[in-house]
């Protein structure tokens, strides 16, 4: 029996200039339209339903017919017009990246800063904003000091009620304790820009430089009247951004200075292991050479 | 310009190994499948509308056990087994008493159903509009009765085939999704006897 | 065995020489997979556009505050003939089309496996739609006033038994819909067991193309989820023929079941008309990105995982009917658990395009509409699963356009992907390019326009179904802007239409693989031949024709 080859009915079978294929029958369609008219009889008359019976019926012998004994097949002619044009071979040639090569980028980044760079960048920009953050003190209120006592506010609760003029003198304690918190989160943020560099595009400094302080600002404007009400009180936003964007690029720019060391990620798994074992690392493009 | 063929060298020997389902062994499973579905839903409107007749009769007033029905169906599983097995050693003769008792087996089992319900309809006055026990249990049952009206039309076409000296043997495929067709019938009628006789019959 | 069949030798034929007769024949009486999927989608775009008209009758009507376009009955024939042309008519065509054409193709075979079912199939789905039409002229029955369903898409039972539902306006539903469904079936079987009994040698489960594998995932859905519906329907029947109680709630019957069995149906039925696109964008999109698809075997499993997640939510659509808190909370759950395979979809689409070498044609612009777009439908469906937010919302204008997001902005943009990729194909010219780009932001702006102020008009409480509403609530405007909308969306598929007549007359001829293909479809000429390959191929890795490409470095040797 032909029609029991695995291909099905279609299959290969082509002999020579024609290939067989299921002859074309319209019985399929009149067994359908007999059984729709044998449902539209229960809308519109039975006697609808009667003519469909008797067309289905009709038509089921018709499509048994087709099968029974054998499914029906036609020849069809090969066609050569018909050849489709032959598949040609690329001629840019492809070469396939594997784990460990240059320019493999699995996961970004590929390369990070060094956190001490990031410790030291983070400090260096804190420097520059706290030297503009006192230049602005100086300007607005004659005291270098205003600033200083505006920030301890975070870890001192008196200084909410201070007048202008306790906030203008200098004050041993907001001194330290401003000194203290600010050198905290300007190495933290240093930290934290050396790990996100790498992740950002092009002129990565540039664009730490700008957005992260922008972000920062906005996380303290929101949070500022719980965590320090005298300075939401008294801060000048302009001047608060300034000093922050002052942060954001200084320290970028040091920290995109400092040399990359690369992760390990692009290794194989044996590679991150140390496992020593020849076959167990690839040999990569520069080694075959 | 070099250009590449789809058939490789290596496709003479691939395509021998090349094995596949056949095409009708997945048409008629993924038939019964869906019909499986159908049946089941049928099932479960039978289960959920259990008992919530607004009047009666209700099951236990007027349902009896088929069992001699039931049992005759299910042998004719049985039959059915053994006419494609005489089928497939070209034993015409054997093919044709199995494949005899088969329908006649199934034709009791109709005539039960159609006695069941001529009683139920006009002794006990339960038709498909009376409650909801009436409703769901003609359509669940119904339904499977048209099944198996279905099975002893194809059934009957082949038996008359083979008795008008049709060559039966070489449609041994289509004669046994045929058997398959029935096992689901009869595999249903377990799951309606369970569900309308067992479950719905509170003893 | 061999003796008995004498198989009919058809003698070589110039083309032209066919009569007006012959070419009938050559269509009416064919089980050619390719010619049936192509008027599979024919028949679809023609529904479409009758049901697009429809829609737009609405959208003018509730244009303005007040409206006198049509009257409240025929608003109702309206949307209930829109729904459910667009979801029986469209849709299913559409899956059954797509799958007819390319399964075969894209496996290396020379026909599905069932080649008259497939006949059958489409004829019974056409008659049942043309039943379903029918009652604009039969629907009232003997009594005279003939119409059609009045009774929405989903058709709610009781408000379909005789007492509620006179006339025959709601058995031609039921009737119309169960004859087309037979068809769904058909072909859902044939595509299943095309997949896996007609692969050519060496097209092994894991190498067939994705477009495969999601349809095979699809036609089981239909294997499944399709009989629930039938099932209602045959209850319906009886009950308005011969008065059983399934529905009637005055003899005990209940008013949820058919809710139940509907959308048993119904859930899965969305996932089924969205899977085409699934389908097409997952061959387009890498083929424009110059990238394989990104991630497959996750892409397989979260097909796979939809295929039976999906059984299992539909009671999201019922959060207002008053199931238990249990029950809300399963479905609750159970809805955005089937977000999770549905984002790894889009994810790796994106991923796919992300370092590409992207191609914007017309074809990868509308799979860009649909990433954007489906993701928004999916966001809003994962409002909807959330059970208060939905008892807020129910039947408003959100719902509205939530759902024409999947089925607008996700389905028909992937199947217009799938109509500019596939055509050079299927008729062997291609499709204009710039008429296309027309095409493709008329319709996206179109779109956009209709669909976002709906989801306003919807928040501010416009419930969906009214055919007028009073001035000063606020939806004025939204209503406006969203007939605007229209206007360009039509004009958008006058594009279409237009881009598709000339490009079949006077089209630029395509060559055999005008993409720089990578599956068996292109191995063949455009339009292929009756028997698709002249020799079996042979194929051993998921992309066979990159592999004859690049033979210095096939994907066989990394699979
Ligand atoms: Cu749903």
């Known amino acids: 029996m032909t029609d029991e080859l695995h291909h099905g009915e279609a299959g290969e079978r082509s002999e020579g200039a024609h290939i067989q294929l299921p002859a074309p029958t319209f019985w399929p369609m009149v067994f359908a339209f007999g059984l729709t008219l044998l449902f539209a009889g229960l809308v519109t008359h039975w006697a609808v339903g009667v003519v469909g019976f008797v067309i289905t019926f009709r038509a089921a012998l018709g499509w048994w017919h087709n099968v029974i004994p054998h499914e029906e097949h036609e020849e069809v002619p090969i066609e050569p017009e018909l050849r489709p044009a032959p598949i040609l071979v690329e001629t840019r040639s492809v070469v396939r990246l594997r784990a460990g090569e240059q320019g493999h980028r699995q996961r970004v980044p590929e390369e990070v800063h060094p956190y001490s760079a990031g410790l030291w960048g983070g400090l260096i920009g804190g420097a520059v904003m706290a030297a503009l953050a006192c230049l602005y003190g100086l300007f607005a209120q004659h005291s270098i000091w205003y600033p200083v006592n505006l920030l301890a506010g975070v870890v001192i609760p008196g200084m909410g009620s201070a007048t202008l003029e306790q906030l203008r003198a200098f004050n041993g304690l907001a001194f330290i304790a401003a000194l203290v918190g600010h050198i905290c989160i300007s190495g933290l943020m240093g930290i934290v820009y050396a790990v996100m560099l790498p992740m950002f595009p092009k002129y990565a400094p540039f664009w730490a430089g700008i957005l992260m302080p922008l972000f920062w600002s906005g996380l303290v404007a929101t949070t500022l009247n719980v965590i320090d009400p005298a300075m939401n009180g008294r801060i000048n936003w302009l001047w608060f951004v300034i000093c922050q964007l002052a942060f954001g690029l200084v320290g970028g720019y040091f920290i995109a200075r400092s040399t990359s060391i690369k992760t390990m990620q692009s290794w194989t798994l044996a590679e991150r292991a140390f496992v020593e074992a020849p076959g167990v690392r690839p040999v990569r493009e520069d080694e075959e050479k | ?203 | 065995m061999a003796a008995i069949d004498y198989p009919l030798q058809r003698p070589k034929a110039e083309p032209g020489e066919f009569s007006f007769s012959e070419t009938l024949y050559k269509w009416v009486a064919t089980v050619d997979h390719k010619r049936l999927g192509l008027m599979y989608v024919a028949s679809a775009l023609i529904f479409l556009i009758v049901a697009g008209i429809m829609a737009t009758v609405m959208r003018v009507q509730l244009m303005f505050p007040n409206g006198h376009v049509v009257g409240p009955d025929t608003f109702n024939r309206l949307f209930t003939m829109h729904g459910t042309s667009m979801v029986f008519l469209v849709g299913m065509p559409m899956v059954a089309g797509f799958a007819n054409y390319l399964v075969p193709l894209m496996i290396g075979a020379r026909d599905m496996a069932f080649p008259r079912l497939n006949s059958f199939g489409f004829w019974i789905f056409l008659l049942g739609g043309l039943l379903l039409y029918y009652s604009y002229l039969g629907g009232g029955g003997l009594s005279g006033d003939g119409s059609a369903p009045d009774v929405g898409w989903f058709a709610y039972a009781p408000l379909t038994e005789r007492g509620f539902s006179r006339g025959h306006s709601s058995d031609y539903w039921a009737l119309g819909v169960l004859v087309s469904g037979f068809g769904s079936i058909a072909s859902a079987i044939n595509v299943i067991a095309t997949t896996f009994c007609m692969r050519c040698p060496g097209m092994t489960l894991k190498r067939m193309p994705m477009f495969v594998w999601v349809m095979l995932i699809d036609s089981w859905l239909i294997v499944v989820a399709l009989p629930p519906l039938s099932a209602a329907q045959v209850m319906l029947l009886l009950d308005r023929y011969l008065g059983a109680n399934f529905f009637n709630t005055q003899n005990g019957g209940s008013a949820v079941l058919w809710q139940h069995y509907f959308w048993i149906f119904g859930h899965p039925e969305v996932y089924i008309l969205i899977f085409p696109a699934f389908a097409i964008l997952s061959e387009v999109i890498p083929i424009f990105s110059r990238k394989p698809l990104f991630g497959r075997p996750a892409m397989v499993a979260a097909v796979v995982a939809i295929g039976f997640i999906s059984l299992g939510v539909w009671a999201h659509h019922m959060f207002a009917v008053g199931m238990t808190s249990w029950s809300n909370t399963f479905f609750a759950a159970s809805s955005m658990l089937v977000g999770i395979p549905t984002g790894i979809k889009i994810f790796n689409w994106t991923a796919t395009m992300y370092g590409g070498r992207l191609r914007f044609t017309t074809a990868l612009l509308f799979c860009c509409g649909f990433l954007f777009q489906f993701l928004l439908a999916g966001l809003t469906g994962i409002m909807l699963a959330v059970a208060p937010f939905d008892w807020q919302l129910h039947d408003s204008y959100f719902v509205v356009a939530h759902f024409h997001f999947t089925l607008v902005g996700g389905l028909v943009f992937g199947l217009f992907a799938g109509m500019y990729y596939w055509f050079p194909k299927a008729i062997g010219k291609m499709l204009d390019e710039t008429l296309g780009k027309w095409h493709f932001w008329l319709f996206c702006i179109g779109f956009n326009l209709t669909f976002i102020p709906l989801h306003f008009a919807g928040m501010l409480g416009m419930p969906r179904r009214i055919y007028t509403y009073a001035p000063g609530r606020g939806w004025e405007l939204w209503n406006f802007v969203a007939t605007i909308g229209v206007f360009f969306q039509i004009a958008g598929i006058l594009f279409f239409i237009y881009n598709v007549l000339r490009s079949t007359l006077r089209g630029q001829p395509a060559t055999d693989d005008p993409w720089d293909g990578w599956t068996l479809e292109w191995a063949t000429s455009s339009p292929p031949p009756e028997y698709n390959f002249e020799k079996l191929p042979v194929v051993r890795s998921s992309r066979p024709l990159w592999d004859l490409k690049h033979p210095q470095d096939p994907d066989w040797k990394w699979e």
Not at chain 2, 61 to 83: H, K, M, R, T, W
Not at chain 2, 144 to 155: N, R
Not at chain 2, 164 to 191: C, E, K, M
């Open chain 2, 1 to 203: 310009m070099a250009h590449g063929h789809l058939v490789a060298e290596d496709a003479l020997t691939m395509e021998r190994q090349w094995k596949l389902p056949d095409r009708g062994t997945v048409g008629i499973v993924f038939l019964i499948v869906t019909e499986s579905v159908l049946f089941s839903m049928f099932v479960i409107a039978y289960l959920i509308y259990l008992n919530k007749s607004l009047v009666g009769p209700y099951p236990k007033d007027v349902l009896e056990l088929p069992i001699l029905a039931s049992i005759c169906l299910l042998s004719s599983s049985g039959a059915i087994v053994f006419a494609e097995h005489a089928l497939k050693h070209n034993r015409l003769g054997s093919f044709k008493l199995w494949w005899a008792v088969t329908i006649l087996l199934g034709a009791y089992f109709l005539w039960a159903t159609a006695v069941e319900w001529r009683k139920l309809i006009f002794e006990d006055h339960l038709t498909i509009a009376t409650n909801l026990f009436g409703t769901t249990f003609y359509s669940l049952v119904g339904l499977h009765a048209s099944h198996v009206i279905v099975g002893l039309i194809f059934l009957t076409i082949v038996f008359v085939l083979t008795l008008l000296g049709f060559p039966i043997q070489t449609q041994l495929r289509r004669v046994l999704f045929l058997s398959w067709y029935w096992h689901f019938v009869d595999a249903v009628w377990v799951i309606v006897f369970t569900v309308v006789y067992i479950i719905g019959l509170p003893r």
